[in-house]
């Protein structure tokens, strides 16, 4: 009965998350909302007598029983903001859905997640750019979020796929459908290793309006938002703008000031709402991911040591000893001015054998 109840809930007219919460504050538990009096709903500070009416009308109930039984049916799972399988990351977003509705194979709180987002009109430039970041990312015991649209989204699920990344698509309508219908066996695939979720029930159509709603999930999913390709208006840039709001990292990679499907990466850069990455170890640094340790054991050395300086040997084998160093500790042990070592570790991280973090700390790449 409570499952039913907690559907019922989301039907109700003038009952949105907020709301919902704010109900759930003050009785506790979805039984005891039902249970209240409308005088106990009343005294409630922002509900209005329309919603209390509304509660009280039952004439939400037919739906709820046909929306679960379509969830038994077909064994979706239903997450509730309160379940331990409810995204933790959503928790955190004051305006996430309250009731979820889920298809798939993989956890939705993953050690690291990345949100892929971008234009429709996807060029081969954004491929590329998809395709070496994902690629990337394969080594990180990462999940990625997308929105299984046209262009740069499907192609994130796609990659996904290709490389054995579990993949969740957000959709703007019910699990009763797939839409853009072109996407089924990629959605398909996607529940082998992934999955597809969403907030809307069985019977919602892909309305217009749904996606930008759709776009704060897919935001709050993640750790990061990435943006590959955008053109001025549009979802991509929606979902950046609630990624900032939500006080999470967005990147984006930045493209000719001539080409129309990166004016929005572009100005998201300009205005600060977004760091700029040419490729993914500059998000990897940006966020400080470590592999995980079962892939850092498997790893060869990126680079022969034979291809090295004789300067830029001592400096490699300093490091390689300590794992990791301040840039005066290298110039104590090295006993070289500044002038020359800065030199040195410059030339060596634009050739990616070692990485800059902050604090001037150096380790190898």
Known sequence: MTMLKKIALTKIKGVGPKTARTLLTYFGSVDNIFDASKKQLLSIPG???????????????????????????????????????????LTQCEDAPL????????????????????????????????????STLQEYDIQIVSGLAYGIDVQAHRLALKHHIPTIGVLGHGLDRIYPSAHRDVASRMLENGGLLTEYPSETIPDRSNFPARNRIIAGLADVTIVVEAAKKGGALITAEIANSYNRDVCAFPGGIDQEYSAGCNYLIKTHRAHLIRHADDLIYLMGWERPKSKQEGMQLPLLTTNLSKDEQRVYDFLQEKEQASVDEIALHLDWPMNKLAMILLEMEMNSILLSLPGKIYRMH
């Open 47 to 89: 509900i209005r007598k329309a919603t209390v009416e509304s509660i009280f009308s039952k004439n939400y109930m037919h739906d709820a029983e046909r929306e679960l039984a379509f969830v038994e049916k077909h064994n979706i799972e239903m997450l509730w903001a309160e379940d331990a399988t409810y995204p933790r990351r």
């Open 99 to 134: 009731l979820m509705y889920y298809k798939g194979t993989v956890d939705l709180n993953p050690r690291l997640c990345v949100s892929i987002v971008g234009t429709r009109n996807a060029t081969v430039y954004g491929k590329r750019i998809c395709e070496e970041l994902v």
